[in-house]
């Protein structure tokens, strides 16, 4: 590519102003001189670019700005004029940079040029190990934390594809554009398959990728700068995913007219660099370190405060939530509203996401449901960059006011304190009765599927919390257990396995022989609910009650059958406070003849006896009373006792029941009379809760209490069989409360079933006994999938310690089961002494901040030169996958409670070895190229058959498990050393 400059004329000059004048190509204004050409001004290097192609095809300008490419204008008799010097807001920036060095030096950005040598010292592009390479790297405060993290995490689990990414990025002959784009696609897509979050690779991050490896082209970027140099210029910014390349070009246009010219800046620079290994030759950093502290730390701007939401009319989901943390961005939703607003928010703003919703009938409160801080504003009056706080645990703050709209300023310093700096006086955790308000948009229907060991029903109790609103961030494993719990005890949780035999009796209704006989000692058959149903029963449950709620009436059918267990409770304390006290309850019949309850049986029922001679005791059930005070909240209407009741409930004794209904029925009348609180007559009976699609329409947008399904190894079912014609059914568009919901009439009861809203279902697949191919396809089709592999950073020494820090986290460092767990740990790791004296004091720091996994690399300085658990893992799992596939890894649960050799024997031979025993059927050869000679022994054997034989067996291998390695530790650590680990 020539550059030519000595043929450009006056002529080729004029036909470059032109083509500037027609606006065909877009200019920014020149920072120092503008040239003039017929009365017009024209910025030089621009000018000249033009020209050079006009006279040579080639759009090129090599020479620097100023005097430089003034003389070449000049030599033509084109006049150059110095921008008025006097009010020059560049020079003033310069100045102002010049007065600080002078005053206090530069030794607190120092750093950051000291950073590009240590990087080239440590950068490795083709390391055997490019975790370990990488994880070496200083960032400091260059990058956000979440960006750091999230790199960190896929170098560690792809670390190939991490390498063959920044091999791109580093590509200079690729344009820079391309490079970012591709560098960024790659790493989303790597982190989409940890977590469905942001990747957090913004042009603040890539920039310090870029320094790093070059700093004589590229240098730090920060958006606050850059957006308060542009309005300095009085330039617009370059449209999101360009304005890193706009800054490098007024970085050029910076040195060129300004740090190249003064001799006293540059000396400056080279005097506080005297001990800096990077001399920033280029003034590269120079020009960032102007910018950023003359516009970010000489002018500071107040912070603001801003409370946006996430719910959008119309929109599916209508909480934009999920997408907002995934995307790193907080979208308007609106497209003429709030625009001036959104503009307006400045690159370190405070930004929070709420909800505000009503408790108690009328109180206004309002839930925080993410926060973060803005790291870049599209200026598109939509949509706003942000660098959300990971682990975020939503709150709620007692107050809503003012609130209402999509995006709002705060400014009352109280609602700052309680939004954003978690002042307590303000706020509270949300509560369990409150979750569902803020449940996530996870999916419907959902499996995890992957190799054993890997989590997978560990990973179901998260997604069950997160679900109904708990954030497990902050939990550590007992903690999330326990919240699990809760919810199982409560019935909002069900747990099953699939197997075999489970059948479509089981999961959705069957006739199952009742514990009670008829009168004359014959076996009942009732009809009874799944799994599915009942759990879908009490999800129904939730529309009646928002229903109830919605309408504030206490005389629908439904609130009458709300007060039938508390009218039978009464019933059965009032029978058994009479026998107490050696005495009957007397019960009336219709004609007059008094009966009395004399036990209270063991399922709860009650045995009644009329007042005569040789009177038989009869057995009146919870089950069969409540079928008939449903029918009959009137007794006075039956007219034939014993043909009416029949109908109703079968053969039994009617004047028993007759008696026990009019007690109920009069204790209700005596308990309305008295005006009970509304509250104790909204309960809903969820036993006679209908499947009634109406119902759930009427209240399918109100945020009701979520339910959840978790089916174990869900694969090992004939799904065909358990579900049968139900698979349709928990479609997202076919539950109740969507325009194309389906009831079906189920086979048993002839009732109405659909599937509600509400309801989630999780499950999760061994890929070891089955592919994900493999599967029904109808489920296939109506399931989201997500695959859990074995994760091998958390068998990394640091992570090891850092869990056992949080397990004992309750307990005092003297405490001997601790000191036991402690000293065999960092034995089998190899820890050094630095870290026995510096771990007291990382616990004070990690405790005061909570529990957190960022917290990990806090050990990653500290040197382990014992067992790699992490090691151990990714080799046996490459060796696998090599000679099997991927679906039969092995999962880092085995490992992950592994605190010696002893422990690690143990894992070994009573799960490693039966694994792989039943990955490759019992072919030892493969076996012993998994776990080497020293798990696997090998002879040749010379056999004498029964009947002559040809030379086929002659020289055949015999294999055998060495069993004597698990006999002491010393064995068995030698055969860990002969499996050759992979470092």
């Given amino acids: 590519m020539p550059f030519e400059p000595e043929k450009i ?66 030599k033509l008799g084109f006049e150059i004029r110095e921008k008025n010097n006097s009010a020059d807001p560049i020079a003033n920036l310069v100045k102002i940079y010049k007065d600080r060095v002078k005053a206090s030096g530069n ?59 920044f091999r791109v990025l580093y590509y200079d002959e690729i344009i820079l554009t391309e490079r970012i784009k591709r560098f960024q696609t790659a790493i989303s897509d790597i982190y989409a398959r940890l977590k469905n979050l942001n990747h957090n690779q913004d042009e603040r991050t890539i920039a310090t990728y870029l320094t790093f490896h070059n700093a004589s082209i590229y240098t730090y970027y920060k958006s606050s700068f850059y957006s308060k140099y542009c309005k300095l210029l009085n330039i617009k910014k370059a449209k999101a995913g360009d304005r890193y390349i706009h800054y490098l070009e007024l970085v050029d246009q910076l040195i060129e007219n300004y740090i190249d010219e003064d001799e006293e800046l540059k000396q400056m620079h080279a005097k506080y660099l005297e001990n800096s290994s990077f001399k920033d030759e280029k003034f590269k950093i120079l020009a960032q370190d102007i910018l950023y502290q003359s516009l970010d730390l000489a002018q500071p701007e107040v912070v603001n405060y801003y409370i946006g939401g996430s719910v959008w009319q119309d929109a599916k989901p209508a909480d934009q939530l999920t997408r907002f943390l995934k995307d790193g961005i907080w979208e308007n939703g609106y497209d003429g509203k709030n625009l001036d607003l959104v503009k307006s928010i400045k690159p370190s703003s405070k930004i929070a996401i709420k909800a505000v919703h009503t408790i108690e009938k009328t109180k206004s409160v309002m839930t925080i449901k993410a926060r973060g801080e803005v790291v870049e504003n599209e200026d598109d009056g939509n949509v706003l960059k942000v660098n959300w706080e990971e682990g975020f645990k939503p709150f709620v703050v007692n107050f809503s006011g003012g609130y209402w709209q999509t995006i709002h300023s705060v400014t009352n310093p109280e609602h700052i304190d309680a939004i954003f700096n978690n002042s307590a006086q303000k706020q509270y955790p949300v509560q369990a009765s409150e979750e569902h308000l803020f449940m996530s948009n996870a999916p419907l229907n959902q499996i995890l599927f992957g190799p054993p060991g890997t989590g997978k029903t560990y990973h179901t109790m998260n997604k069950a919390l997160e679900i109904v609103g708990i954030n497990t961030a902050s939990l550590d494993r007992n903690g999330i257990k326990a919240e699990y719990e809760k919810r199982v005890a409560a019935g909002q949780f069900v747990f099953t396995t699939f197997h075999q035999s489970m059948s479509y009796e089981d ?60 009218a039978w409770d009464h019933l059965v304390k009032s029978v058994q406070e009479n026998l107490d006290n050696g005495k009957t309850l007397e019960l009336s019949s219709s004609s007059g003849k008094t009966l009395d309850a004399i036990k209270i049986t063991a399922q709860g029922n009650i045995l009644v006896k009329p007042r005569s001679e040789n009177a038989e005791e009869y057995t009146v059930s919870y089950t069969r009373t ?45 308990k309305q009379n008295t005006k009970a609180p509304i509250a104790e007559v909204i309960q809903v009976n969820e036993a006679l809760v209908k499947f009634d699609n109406q119902i759930v329409k009427d209240n399918v947008k109100a945020n009701v209490k979520p339910y959840v399904l978790i089916i174990d190894e869900i ?53 070891a006994d089955r592919s994900v191919e493999a599967l029904d396809t109808a489920l296939r089709r109506r399931f989201s999938f997500e695959e859990i ?51 007291k004091e990382i616990w004070d720091d990690m405790e005061k901040e909570g529990r957190d996994e960022k917290q990990i690399s806090y050990f990653d300085s500290y040197i382990f ?94 294999y055998s498990i060495a069993r004597e390695v698990f006999e002491t530790e010393t064995k068995f650590a030698t055969a860990l050393e002969r499996m050759n680990i992979t470092k």
């Fill in 507 to 566: 999961f959705i209704e069957g006739i199952k022989p009742n514990a009670e006989t008829d009168e004359g000692g014959q076996i009942r058959y009732k009809i009874e609910d799944g799994i599915l149903k009942r759990l879908s029963r009490k999800a129904v449950a939730e529309y009646y009650r928002q229903d109830i709620s919605n309408k504030k009436q206490n005389s629908t059918p439904i609130d009458r059958l709300q007060l039938y267990d508390e």
């Fill in 107 to 165: 030794a607190d950005e120092v750093y950051k040029f000291d950073l590009i040598t240590d990087f080239q010292n440590k950068w490795d592009i083709d390391a055997p190990d490019f975790f370990g390479m990488f994880k070496q790297i200083n960032f400091s405060n260059l990058l956000f934390f979440n960006a750091i993290g999230v790199i960190r995490e896929v170098a560690a689990r792809y670390p190939e594809e991490v390498r063959e990414a």
């Fill in 789 to 839: 592999l074995p994760n091998p950073t958390l068998l990394s020494p640091a992570a090891l310690y850092w869990k056992l820090l949080w397990d004992y986290k309750d307990v005092s460092w003297e405490d001997e089961n601790f000191i036991t767990k402690e000293e065999n740990l960092l034995e089998l790791l190899g820890a050094n002494d630095d870290l026995w004296k510096a771990r």
């Fill in 9 to 74: 004329t006056k002529e080729h000059i004029i036909k470059a102003t032109k083509i500037l004048d027609s606006g065909e190509i877009g200019i920014r204004p020149s920072i120092k001189f503008d040239v003039i050409v017929n009365g017009k001004a024209y910025p030089p290097k621009d000018l000249m670019r033009l020209a050079h192609e006009e006279a040579t095809g080639e759009y090129l300008w090599q020479p620097g700005g100023g005097e430089p490419t003034n003389r070449y204008l000049t």
């Fill in 715 to 767: 694969n090992r079912g004939n799904v065909s069989k358990v579900f049968g014609e139900l698979i349709t059914l928990i479609e997202k568009d076919k539950r109740l409360g969507h325009e194309e919901a389906i009831e079906v009439t189920l086979p048993y009861s002839k009732e109405k079933f659909g599937v509600p809203a509400n309801l989630y279902i999780i499950g999760t697949m061994n890929t």
């Fill in 865 to 958: 030169s014992g067992v790699s658990l992490q090691q151990i893992l990714n080799t046996l799992n490459k060796r696998i996958e090599v000679l099997k596939d991927r679906d039969h890894q092995i999962g880092h649960a085995y490992f992950i409670n592994v605190c010696n050799l002893a422990d690690l024997m143990a894992v070994f031979k009573d799960n490693i070895i039966p694994l792989l025993q039943e990955y490759f059927f019992g072919d030892y050869n493969k076996i012993q190229l998994v776990l080497g000679d020293g798990f696997i022994t090998s002879s040749s054997t010379e056999v004498k058959f029964a009947i002559e034989e040809d030379d086929e067996y002659a020289d055949r291998i015999i």
């Fill in 626 to 670: 409540q079928k008939l005070f449903e029918a009959y909240p009137d007794l006075s209407v039956v007219k034939n006792i014993d043909k009416e009741f029949r109908q109703v409930i079968g053969g039994a004794n009617a004047t028993t029941y007759w008696c026990v209904v009019d007690y109920l029925n009069n204790w209700i009348k005596q």
